[in-house]
């Protein structure tokens, strides 16, 4: 999530608030000299104040503009909040970012021994490719939101390739009920049928080590 413009106003709420609290000093050192304060620097002190006001709100909106609702710190907190809520989410967001990465990563390096299965699944590897690329990119982080789903797809594809059946009813029905899920985001038959004959391996594996002439999509991968 790029906060350029919420550290931007952090930055300037605390540069007028030091500004504010040495020119109140100032004021309340003549004060007790007994000195009147002049009406101009006193309507310059308002107007300070106004600005922080303003310089205030900006920040809190950005912080509105970057934190889901339901962590976004009560209307009139103290910046320090704003501030504290921010850093958790963008370190949270980070994380998640890493996480589809390398799922993405990995979907990318799925390989087959038959060009039929491997040329089903080219597209939607081109497809993350282009999302890994874009994840790269600050200013698609600040306009698209990553989360558990972002990936999703891809994710279950990877469960496909790396469980099994299973011997016993539960196992079977466990193994199924992914499949359909599989299907719902792959509905090619081609691939469906690569899952099942377990024509699909991660490249770098052991299962993908002995494939000598496997087939993987071109121009997908990483540098």
């Known amino acids: 999530m790029n906060d ?12 007028m608030m030091q500004a504010a609290t040495l020119s109140l000093e ?6 007790q000299a007994g000195k009147l304060i002049p009406r101009k620097e006193a309507s310059d002190y308002q ?3 106004a600005a922080l006001h303003q310089c205030y709100d900006t920040a809190a909106a950005e912080a509105g503009r970057i934190l889901p609702e339901s962590i976004l710190p009560a209307a009139g907190s103290d910046l320090a909040a704003y501030q504290q809520a921010v850093t958790q989410y963008n370190m949270e967001l980070a994380e998640k970012v ?21 040329d089903a699944l080219c597209s939607y590897q081109q497809q993350a490719a282009s999302l890994l690329e874009q994840l790269q990119d600050p200013e698609y982080l600040a306009d698209h939101s990553v989360d558990d789903n972002t990936a999703k797809p891809q994710e279950l594809f990877l469960r496909g390739i790396q469980e099994t059946p299973g011997d ?3 196992e079977l029905e466990k193994w199924e009920t992914l499949m359909d899920e599989i299907h719902r985001y792959y509905p090619e038959r081609r691939i469906y049928d690569g ?4 024509r699909y391996v991660l490249a770098g594996t052991a299962a993908a080590s002995g494939e000598t002439t496997a087939e993987i999509c071109g121009d997908v991968l990483p540098a």
């Open 98 to 118: 890493c996480a589809v990465k390398r799922i993405l990563e990995q979907f990318v390096r799925v390989q087959s021994q038959f060009s039929v299965y491997a």
């Open 4 to 15: 350029r413009k919420f550290q931007e106003a952090v930055l300037h709420f605390q540069q």
């Open 26 to 31: 100032e004021m309340l050192s003549e004060m």
């Open 195 to 198: 899952l099942v004959a377990r």
């Open 47 to 49: 107007e300070m104040i």
């Open 168 to 170: 016993s009813a539960a």
